[in-house]
């Protein structure tokens, strides 16, 4: 086993490989490898073994997966910096060699010119060419003697200034741990260790580090980064002949070009920090957490004509009205009795009073990139329910998924398609179109332990309906607004209870959202949507609950959370990013 420890003597700066305006954590091992490359090129023919340090390098690119240990740390909020260019080597000569030469030619044909109205034609075109010299020249923050060649400003004051951003964090623990299961050979270890002792930066040149390999983890700490192929975190490695490519790379860049490092992905699963004790955590025993049925937003040339394939997650619960319909339609059709657990309604057609089937549009949100736009749609059966209820509702599925191929209009959609597309007419939106997944999917919001995971704090994506009116939360009398938002917690506080959930420490009601890219409570059509005599509308309202112990999802509060309304997202922190061994 090799383990190198990396201690950061300060804050740890580095940005993330897609997105400049935010720090790298945990360092990626590709990162490292980098890293000791440096040292290496750097010190070659002086301190280090050429031909070891080599072979060391290759062996540690053509290692299997690190684990890695590294600790909590908290991020510094970013901002722009414009600071003078530096490396003057940076600037693009050419535009300026070529305007230079465009003025020197027009000069040679002004000198010879013997016709006035030539000349005064060849003046003009001199005076424009000159303009645009300086210009250029000051684009590229040069000045301009035309006797000379274009000479770089030497004062910082006269360079040119890039917008810079310097994300990093501060961990809690200084120290990172990277830990190969293979035994390098003796020589190879030894020439690790001598690149890993000169290494003095791991990432931007503030970043500062001392570095070695050690012989084993200090007592009380553990690995909590593992690869793991079901992994939810994404981090780059090194690809064998990592050192090759990155000098055939420098030949082109010269270190001064825009260079992409070369890196192969692994996917990381994240334990709780070896700090942490595991703790408890409360069991969902309402909705099965485990055995969803998820449809995705399909794509192809017929569903990216229709106007509902990009629909807004303000329309979550009537699409989640209409294919519950579209399910209770084809059942019909195929003379199946669907269960009490699916429909919500007793054989007599009164309605039941156990939890059924909850039908949960998926939003992209709680991303820096989140758009909110529906990808797909699940369908949660309650704890407890069946198998003979479970295949009653796949029976429905395939009688919709059966008229679906003979549809004549879906034809082309359909066509070398083992699982046919469904089509959930939406109005005058068009048609959203669904598939039916059958394997486990690369995005994430179509995870189920996306709304699953085990947290402390929960927000809500879609807003939760509220039992019953807590008065008017728009008051301007502080007093009624004070007294109706209290209502509108305590009603919070009731569905958790009737969700069987412990008592949250914490909520807070907003109309405004509470997870990004989520649109206000307002935006959401009203619910329910077919108003009836004695059944007065419910009050819309995001919410963030916080409990004192982990609480597995899924999360559906408030009176709409079989039809999307009430869908909670756990959101991660410094406590609820704990997850028990057995979680």
């Given at each position: 086993?090799?383990?190198i ?7 740890a700066t580095a ?5 400049r305006?935010v720090?790298?954590w945990?360092?990626h091992p590709?990162?490292?490898h ?18 070891g ?13 690190p684990a890695?240990?590294a600790?909590e ?5 970013v901002?722009?910096h414009?600071?003078p ?5 940076v600037?693009n000569?050419?535009p300026i060699?070529?305007?230079l030469a ?6 040679g ?5 013997t016709?006035?109205?030539?000349a ?5 075109k001199?005076?424009?060419a000159?303009?645009?010299?300086v210009a250029?020249?000051?684009h590229?923050?040069c000045?301009v ?6 000479s770089?400003e ?6 040119k200034?890039?917008?810079?951003t ?8 200084p ?19 001598a ?5 003095v930066?791991l ?8 570095a ?11 690995p ?6 079901e992994g939810?975190h994404f981090?780059?490695?090194?690809l ?8 055939t ?15 192969r992905?692994?996917?990381?699963r994240?334990?709780e920090p070896?700090h942490?004790?595991p ?8 909705f099965d957490?485990e055995?969803w049925?998820?449809?995705?937003r ?6 990216r004509?229709?106007?509902?394939r990009?629909?807004p997650?303000?329309r979550?619960a009537d ?8 399910l209770?339609y ?14 919500g309604?007793r ?5 039941s009073?156990?939890p059924?089937m ?7 949100v709680?991303?820096?990139y989140a ?8 369908l ?5 329910a069946?198998?003979?209820d479970?295949?009653?509702?796949l029976?429905s599925i395939?009688?919709w998924?059966d008229a679906?191929r003979?549809d004549?209009?879906?034809?082309a959609l359909?066509e070398?398609?083992?699982i046919p597309t ?5 109005g005058?939106?068009g048609?959203?179109?669904?598939t039916r997944?059958l394997d486990r ?5 179509l995870?189920?332990?996306?709304w ?5 704090s929960w ?10 009116n807590p008065?008017?939360l728009f008051?301007?009398?502080p007093?009624?607004?004070r007294?109706?938002?209290?209502e509108?917690e305590?009603?919070?506080r009731s ?14 009601v ?5 997870v990004?890219a ?7 059509q009203p619910?329910p949507a077919v108003?009836?005599p004695?059944?007065p509308?419910?009050?819309l309202?995001h ?7 982990l609480?597995?999802?899924?999360l559906?509060l408030?009176a709409g959370?079989y039809?999307?309304?009430?869908l909670l997202?756990p ?5 609820s990013?704990e997850?028990?061994h057995?979680?």
């Amino acid at each position: 086993m090799l383990t190198i420890e990396v201690e950061y003597l300060g804050r740890a700066t580095a940005t993330q490989f897609n997105d400049r305006r935010v720090a790298e954590w945990p360092p990626h091992p590709a990162r490292l490898h980098s890293a000791l490359v440096a040292v290496y090129e750097e010190g070659r023919g002086d301190v280090l073994d050429d031909a070891g340090s080599r072979d060391a390098l290759e062996w540690l690119a053509g290692a299997s997966a690190p684990a890695l240990y590294a600790s909590e740390a908290s991020r510094r909020a970013v901002h722009t910096h414009f600071v003078p260019v530096n490396d003057t080597t940076v600037v693009n000569h050419a535009p300026i060699h070529n305007a230079l030469a465009k003025v020197h030619a027009l000069e040679g044909e002004l000198s010879s010119a013997t016709d006035d109205r030539q000349a005064r034609k060849l003046a003009r075109k001199l005076d424009t060419a000159n303009k645009r010299l300086v210009a250029t020249a000051r684009h590229q923050g040069c000045a301009v003697d035309k006797s000379k060649e274009p000479s770089l400003e030497i004062l910082p004051e006269h360079r040119k200034k890039q917008a810079r951003t310097f994300p990093s964090v501060t961990p809690e623990d200084p120290r990172v741990y990277w830990i190969w299961p293979e035994d390098p050979p003796p020589s190879v270890a030894r020439s690790i260790d001598a690149l890993a002792r000169c290494l003095v930066r791991l990432g931007h040149s503030s970043s500062l580090v001392r570095a070695r390999c050690v012989q084993a983890l200090p007592d009380g700490v553990r690995p909590n980064w593992f690869p793991d192929p079901e992994g939810e975190h994404f981090l780059r490695l090194p690809l064998p002949g990592q050192l090759e490519r990155l000098e055939t790379l420098y030949i082109q860049h010269q270190g001064v070009e825009p260079r992409v490092l070369p890196f192969r992905w692994e996917t990381y699963r994240r334990e709780e920090p070896a700090h942490y004790e595991p703790s408890p955590v409360h069991r969902q025993r309402v909705f099965d957490p485990e055995e969803w049925i998820v449809f995705e937003r399909a794509e192809g040339p017929s569903a990216r004509r229709d106007n509902a394939r990009h629909l807004p997650m303000s329309r979550a619960a009537d699409l989640a009205r209409r294919m519950r319909d579209a399910l209770l339609y084809f059942a019909d059709q195929a003379e199946l009795a669907l269960p009490e657990s699916v429909t919500g309604h007793r054989p007599d057609g009164s309605r039941s009073d156990r939890p059924h089937m909850a039908v949960l549009p998926l939003p992209y949100v709680g991303s820096q990139y989140a758009d909110g736009k529906l990808r797909g749609v699940a369908l949660v059966m309650p704890r407890g329910a069946s198998s003979e209820d479970t295949r009653a509702l796949l029976k429905s599925i395939g009688a919709w998924e059966d008229a679906a191929r003979r549809d004549e209009r879906m034809a082309a959609l359909n066509e070398d398609l083992d699982i046919p597309t469904l089509p959930v007419h939406m109005g005058r939106a068009g048609v959203f179109h669904l598939t039916r997944l059958l394997d486990r999917t690369n995005m994430r919001t179509l995870r189920v332990e996306r709304w699953t995971r085990p947290a402390r704090s929960w927000r809500s994506v879609t807003p939760v309906a509220l039992d019953r009116n807590p008065g008017h939360l728009f008051s301007r009398d502080p007093v009624k607004a004070r007294r109706a938002s209290s209502e509108a917690e305590s009603i919070i506080r009731s569905a958790c209870a009737r969700q069987h959930l412990p008592e949250p420490v914490e909520v807070t009601v907003s109309f405004a959202p509470v997870v990004t890219a989520t649109p206000p409570a307002s935006a959401f059509q009203p619910f329910p949507a077919v108003q009836r005599p004695g059944k007065p509308r419910r009050v819309l309202v995001h919410i963030a609950v916080r409990f004192d112990v982990l609480v597995e999802g899924p999360l559906l509060l408030g009176a709409g959370r079989y039809l999307g309304l009430g869908l909670l997202l756990p959101v991660p922190d410094a406590l609820s990013a704990e997850v028990a061994h057995d979680a």
